[in-house]
């Protein structure tokens, strides 16, 4: 079947305790995207890459880093989070040649 | 900067009472609209994306449609299980860019 899938669903953790949460697709697509989404915000995007090895800021990427090694995964690093880090994050993917994006299930991550 | 609102925020309707979702942007030439459907406590889904005005796209009771300025959902005779969020988003023209997605509008379809 093809998805997205994202782990974990669910986590709280604490200030500055180093984070990552895992992106993997299995379309074999080129472009992914990090976004978070908080009420009254809508979704916002974080990070995007377009291959291996390339990725670019999207519209509020203080405080996130991404890395893109292998084509199928996108992880999403959180260096030391912050309260204002509480958030539903989504991570998606889309091939070069199409604009349909595929969403994971989200992760619902509390900063402590 | 790229904006999109969407009206009205929530809607609330009988079923078999059709309506209309409006999406208006601002974009610095626009390369796609996209619909979205997001149910609650999972990722946006695909719905539609709209190139240039005039363009109409439909998919079972809904129907998007685009003009230079709006975008508009139209949703058919809907059911119950229609009930979710429906997202607007805009993608500019020039290569690979960012996203702007709209708040929302939450659709409740009533028995």
């Known amino acids: 079947e093809a998805q997205v899938t994202q782990n974990p669903r669910y986590l709280i953790t604490v200030t500055g305790k180093k984070l990552t949460v895992t992106c993997s697709q299995n379309?074999?697509?080129?472009?992914m995207s990090w976004y978070r989404q908080d009420p009254g915000l809508g979704l916002r995007q974080i990070y995007y890459?377009?291959?291996?090895?390339?990725?670019d800021k999207g519209d509020v990427p203080e405080g996130y880093k991404v890395s893109r090694k292998e084509k199928r995964n996108f992880p999403l690093i959180l260096e030391s989070p912050s309260p204002n880090q509480t958030s539903l994050y989504f991570c998606?993917?889309?091939?070069?040649?199409?604009?349909?994006?595929?969403f994971g299930p989200g992760t619902r991550l509390t900063v402590l | 900067e790229d904006q999109v609102t969407q009206s009205p925020e929530a809607l609330r309707l009988q079923e078999g009472e059709s309506s209309s979702l409006n999406c208006s942007y601002t974009?610095?030439?626009?390369?796609?609209l996209f619909w979205y459907r997001q149910d609650p406590g999972k990722g946006p889904e695909f719905l539609f994306t709209?190139?240039?005005a005039g363009e109409e796209k439909e998919k079972e009771r809904l129907k998007a449609t685009l003009t230079k300025k709006e975008s508009f959902l139209h949703i058919t005779a809907p059911k119950p299980e229609d009930s979710a969020t429906y997202l607007c988003?805009?993608?500019?023209?020039?290569?690979?860019?960012?996203?702007?997605f709209g708040k929302g509008t939450m659709l409740l379809v009533s028995p």
């Open positions: 379309m074999n697509h080129e472009y």
């Open positions: 890459s377009m291959n291996v090895e390339v990725t």
């Open positions: 974009v610095s030439g626009l390369r796609g």
């Open positions: 988003a805009v993608q500019a023209s020039g290569g690979y860019s960012t996203l702007t």
């Open positions: 709209l190139y240039s």
């Open positions: 998606a993917s889309r091939s070069g040649d199409s604009d349909t994006q595929y």
